[in-house]
Structures are given as C-alpha cells and as structure tokens.
C-alpha cells in the first residue's frame, strides 16, 4: 500500500517530463490519458455476451453461456478472463512490446488488464498471486523481458497482489500440427513446469498474459500448478485473439 502510495506521490512529476502521448498514435495528450479520443474509440472492449469459459464474444447468444469449443473440453482453469479484442491497435501495441522492447507499454496493457480485476468472473475473488506466463529463457534473452511478467508486475503495483514468477517453460517450440487434440494438450502440458521453489500450496492464482488465442497454453500452465497443490487457477489476459 504504501509503495503504491509513492508511485502515485511521483506520477505528477513523470508527466512534467514525460507530458502524456497517446500510446498508438503519439498525439499529446491530457494527463492520465493513454489514448486520444479516436484511438480510444477503436479499442473493442468485450462484453457480454461472451462465453463464461474462454471469454469468446458470441453476439447471437443471450445470459451465460459455454461456447461449443469450451462445452466438450474441461480446461484447468476456472475461466479465462479477456478484456478487449486483440485488434487493429490493440494487437499492435502487443506487437510493439513483444518485438518492439517498448517495456513502458506494459504500464498501458495493464492498465487495460486491470479492468478484468471488475469482470464478474474475478471480481469477487481473493487471489494469493498473480502469475506471469513463463517465456522460454532462449526467447526471454532475445526479448530482454517477458511481456506477461512486466504485465504482472504493473497490475500488482495497482492491484496489490504480489506477483509469483512460479512457472518456467522449459520447451523452446512444440510442433504441434501433427498431434491430435488430446496429445497436443500433453504435449504443450510438458513444456511447462513449477519451478523448484515456488510454494503454490493452496493458493487461489490468477495467470496473467498478454493475449489469449485458443486458451491452450493457459490451461497448460493452469494444470501444472494444479498438479502442484493449487487450489484454484483463474486466468487474466489483455486481448483475445
Ligand atoms: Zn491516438
Ligand atoms: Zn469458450
């Protein structure tokens, strides 16, 4: 609490140095803005109604709902909350600070992510940790940082939870094409493990990442720390593919 009460005691002096841009397209900007009001207006936030599972927007659907990809498929996770579409400028800026080093846009993504702390989903939920989606060392030495971790951290200074770095992949790339469905879980499932001293032990975790595309690689990191002793994995991205 009180180190975020110092961020905050600071934030006004960034802005007299660092006078607000808009994140995508650089025009100058308010204090406490992040984007222009154009830029803003292209963001598509989703809403309900959305599958409960994977977070799917499904526009002909009414109340709660699983998607027909979910209802067969019992993934690790509680639920996989998303908060916008990974699109136009969205999935730019995903781009950026993947490929890009632009680290300072975590800021921004988390800003984004936070929102998902209100979804009905979480909102409600008392988490130990947030744990960042692990990248290969091999990537993370070319990356110089791991996109979700630098999420992570900005959402607890935020949120207050800490931050658990409890997983590591230890598999570079799986070629997964050639693997049917059930196979390809184990397969992705093994490229992930508990790192050796992080306690998970009845914990209520919430996974945190950049963008979530078919929701595998998180229902892979979610098993892990299940096997593990975890008592509950929730899931938080930025966007949804
Ligand atoms: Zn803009
Ligand atoms: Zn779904």
């Not at 979910?70 to 996989?80: H, L, N, P, T």
């Not at 744990?131 to 110089?144: A, D, F, G, I, S």
Request: proline residues 4%; glycine residues 4%; hydrophobic residues 40%.
């Amino acid at each position: 609490m009180l180190k975020k009460k110092i961020t905050d005691a600071f934030e006004p002096l960034a802005t007299l140095f660092f006078p607000p841009h808009c994140a995508h397209c650089q025009t100058r900007l308010e204090a406490g803005r992040d984007f222009c009001g154009d830029c803003e207006a292209r963001i598509e936030r989703i809403k309900v109604p959305r599958c409960e599972s994977c977070s799917q927007p499904y526009d002909c659907a009414t109340g709660e709902f699983t998607c027909p990809n979910c209802r067969g498929e019992a993934f690790y996770f509680e639920c996989a909350v998303a908060v916008v579409r990974s699109r136009s400028l969205i999935r730019d800026l995903i781009h950026r600070i993947k490929y890009g080093k632009e680290i300072w846009l975590a800021r921004v993504l988390a800003q984004i992510a936070a929102e998902g702390l209100e979804d009905s989903r979480l909102e409600d939920e008392e988490f130990d940790a947030l744990v960042p989606v692990p990248l290969h060392p091999k990537r993370l030495r070319e990356r110089e940082y791991n996109q979700a971790a630098v999420i992570a951290e900005n959402l607890s200074r935020r949120s207050g939870i800490p931050v658990l770095c409890a997983l590591e992949r230890l598999r570079y790339t799986t070629t997964q094409t050639a693997l049917d469905r059930k196979n390809r879980r184990q397969n992705l499932r093994n490229a992930f493990s508990v790192v050796k001293n992080a306690d998970v032990t009845n914990k209520n975790l919430l996974l945190v990442d950049d963008v979530l595309t078919t929701g595998s690689t998180l229902d892979a990191c979610a098993a892990v720390l299940l096997e593990r002793g975890a008592s509950s994995v929730r899931a938080l991205t930025v966007a949804r593919g």
